[in-house]
C-alpha cells in the first residue's frame, strides 16, 4: 500500500473489492482505494485499505468491476452539447426522407416562436450524399423557423420562415469567410456555410441565463453518465463561464471545466490578471483557443497571449495548417523562451511526416478525437490520396516520437462517450464496416496508451497532471467503474462496455439503476 503520510483518519468512501487500473507507473493496479472529502489518501490491497474504514464510512463493493481514473475530455463545447441533447437529432438519419420526418415531429412539439436548432446531419450517409435544401423541410415546418446544423458545425440548413426572419433572399450578398448556396437561378437553397451562418444566427434569440443554466446542468448529467469527471471546453462564450460559474458557487456543478475562450478575447483574461490553469478544481481560464492563421493580427494574438501567460490552443487540421502553427509556435519560444507553455494544436488530423519531431521539440500537445478517425475514414483517403492520408490520425507516429497525445471528443461534434474513443484507438475501423483491421492500422495504439491519453495526458494539457488523470494518493478522487474489464476484451467488444458509476470529489454523480 502507499499513502499520504498523516495520522490515521478514517475514510469517507472506500472502493473495495475492485480491479484497479491507476494509470500510475509507479503503482498500477490495486484492489482497493481510500477516499478522505474529495481526496484519495491510499491504493492498495483490500485488506490494507480495510484500515481506513471506520464507522462513517460508505463503502462501494466493485465485485471485481474495473475502477479507472476518470475520463478527461481534452476538446468539447460543452453548452452545445448540452442544448444538442433535447434538440432534433438528426446524426443517424439515414436518408433525406428520415431526415424530414425528424424534423417534422420536432415542428409538432416546438411552441410557437421557438426555432429548431441542433441536428447533426451527415448527408455522406444518404445514397446520394447531396446537400439538404430547404424545399426538403418547408412543407413540414410552415412558420416555424429552422436552422439545422451539419455535424462538422461548418454548415447549417434553413427553412423559408427562418430566412425571411433573417431578410436573406436572392439579392443577399455572401459574406467574406461564408458562403450561401444558390440554385441555378441564383436562389439561396437553405444552405449557409460558415462565416454566413451568421446572418441566420444573428436573429435566433439568446439562450436566457436560466436556459444556460439548465443546458449546463444536462451537459453534466450526461458527462457523469459516460464517467466523464472533467472538461476542456473550446470557444465558450462567456455567459457560458457564468452559468459555470453559479453552479460551481452552488456546489452544483459535477464536470469539472477549463474553458478556454477565443483567442481574440485573450485581453480580457490577461488584463485581470488570469493565467493559465486559473481558478478551483471545479472551474478554470487560463487559455484561449483559436483557429490556424498566419495572418500579422492573429500572430500578434498568440504572441501576447502567451507573453501574458496564457495557454495557447490553435484549432488546425490539415498538414499545411500544422506545419504554419509550428512555424509561429517556433517563432513564440524564439521570442519568449521556453517556459513549459504547453502548446496544443487540436485536432492535429492530417501530419506531414517531416513535422512529428518539431511536434516533438516544440513540447506542443497532440489534442486529438479518435472517434473523427472512424468516422472520416470512410471517405478522407478518397479525397486526400493515400500519400497524405497516411499520416491522418497518426496517434502511433506521435507517441513513437515523445509528443504527449490528449483524448477528447470534439462534443456534439462525437459522441461524448469515451470508450468509443478507446474503440476506435486501439482498432481504427472505420463506421461503415469497410476496414475491421483498421483504416491506417500502422497508426493503432495499445489500450493503455489510449487510456493514458484521455486521463493523464488530458490532465496534463490542461496543467492538472498533479491533482487528477491517475489513482494516486492525494489527487481528485475522481474515478469510474465499469461494467467490463475493457483489458480483458477482444478490442471489437470495446465499445460496448457501459459505465456503471461515477465519482467526482468523492461523491457519487452518477449510478447506473442496476446499481442503485
Known amino acids: 500500500m502507499y499513502a499520504n503520510a498523516q495520522p490515521k483518519p478514517t475514510a469517507t468512501l472506500i472502493i473495495t473489492n475492485a480491479a484497479v487500473y491507476t494509470v500510475d507507473k509507479q503503482h498500477p493496479t490495486a484492489e482497493a482505494v481510500a477516499i478522505i472529502g474529495d481526496r484519495i489518501v491510499a491504493v492498495g490491497s483490500s485488506a490494507e485499505i480495510d484500515v481506513w474504514h471506520g464507522p462513517e464510512t460508505k463503502v462501494i463493493d466493485a465485485r471485481r468491476k474495473l475502477v479507472l481514473p476518470g475520463f478527461i475530455d481534452a476538446h468539447v463545447h460543452f453548452i452545445q452539447g448540452g442544448a444538442q441533447l433535447d434538440q432534433v437529432q438528426l446524426t443517424d438519419a439515414a436518408s433525406p426522407e428520415e431526415f424530414a420526418k425528424r424534423i417534422a415531429a420536432q415542428a409538432k412539439k416546438t411552441p410557437k416562436g421557438e426555432w429548431i436548432l441542433g441536428g447533426r446531419w451527415d448527408e455522406t450517409k444518404w445514397p446520394k450524399q447531396e446537400l439538404p435544401t430547404k424545399e426538403l423541410v418547408d412543407e413540414v415546418t410552415g412558420a416555424t423557423p429552422i ?28 459574406v467574406p469567410g461564408g458562403v450561401i448556396v ?5 436562389k439561396p437553397t437553405g444552405i449557409f456555410k460558415d ?3 451568421e446572418l441566420i444566427n444573428k436573429v435566433i434569440p439568446p439562450m436566457s441565463p436560466e436556459q444556460r443554466i439548465r443546458v449546463a446542468r444536462r451537459a453534466a448529467e450526461h458527462a457523469a453518465s459516460l464517467g466523464v469527471t472533467s472538461v476542456q471546453h473550446m470557444n465558450p462564450e462567456f455567459a457560458d463561464v457564468a452559468a459555470y460559474s453559479e453552479l460551481a458557487e452552488n456546489g452544483e456543478l459535477t464536470t469539472r471545466i477549463y474553458a478556454a475562450p477565443m483567442e481574440t478575447d485573450w485581453r480580457d483574461q490577461a488584463k485581470v490578471g488570469i493565467r493559465r490553469a486559473w481558478g478551483s478544481s471545479y472551474l478554470r481560464l487560463g487559455a484561449v483557443k483559436g483557429y490556424a492563421d498566419g495572418s500579422l493580427g492573429s500572430r500578434t494574438a498568440y504572441m501576447g497571449a502567451d507573453a ?8 488546425a487540421i490539415g498538414d499545411r495548417a500544422i506545419s504554419m502553427m509550428l512555424d509561429i509556435f517556433g517563432d513564440i519560444e524564439k521570442e519568449h523562451g521556453y517556459h513549459d507553455q504547453r502548446f496544443a494544436i487540436e485536432h492535429a488530423q492530417h501530419m506531414a511526416q517531416k513535422d512529428f519531431e518539431r511536434f516533438a521539440k516544440l513540447h506542443v500537445i497532440a489534442s486529438m478525437q479518435p472517434y473523427h478517425a472512424i468516422d472520416d475514414g470512410r471517405w478522407a483517403e478518397k479525397r486526400l490520396g493515400h500519400d497524405r492520408a497516411r499520416y491522418s ?3 502511433r507516429s506521435f507517441l513513437d516520437h515523445g509528443v504527449t497525445l490528449a483524448f477528447g471528443t470534439d462534443w456534439p461534434v462525437a459522441p461524448l462517450n469515451p470508450i468509443l474513443g478507446l474503440y476506435a484507438a486501439v482498432t481504427r475501423a472505420t463506421l461503415d464496416g469497410k476496414n475491421p483491421g483498421g483504416w491506417i492500422p500502422e497508426e493503432k495504439i495499445t489500450l493503455p496508451e489510449a487510456v493514458e491519453a484521455y486521463t493523464m495526458g488530458a490532465a496534463f494539457a490542461e496543467f492538472q497532471e498533479r491533482e487528477k488523470g491517475s489513482i494516486t494518493p492525494g489527487k481528485l478522487a475522481d474515478m469510474v467503474i465499469l461494467s467490463d474489464n475493457i483489458f480483458d476484451l477482444k478490442p471489437e467488444a470495446i465499445g460496448y462496455v457501459k459505465v456503471e458509476t461515477t465519482i467526482v470529489g468523492g461523491k457519487v454523480v452518477y449510478a447506473a439503476a442496476r446499481n442503485r
Open 147 to 174: 436552422f439545422v446544423e451539419r455535424y462538422d458545425g461548418h454548415e447549417a440548413l434553413a427553412n423559408s420562415a427562418a430566412m425571411k426572419l433573417a431578410g436573406v433572399d436572392a439579392k443577399t450578398a455572401d
Open 182 to 186: 444558390r440554385d441555378s437561378s441564383g
Open 195 to 197: 462565416a454566413a451562418q
Open 308 to 315: 501574458a501567460g496564457l495557454q495557447v490552443r490553435i484549432h
Open 393 to 395: 490520425y497518426a496517434w
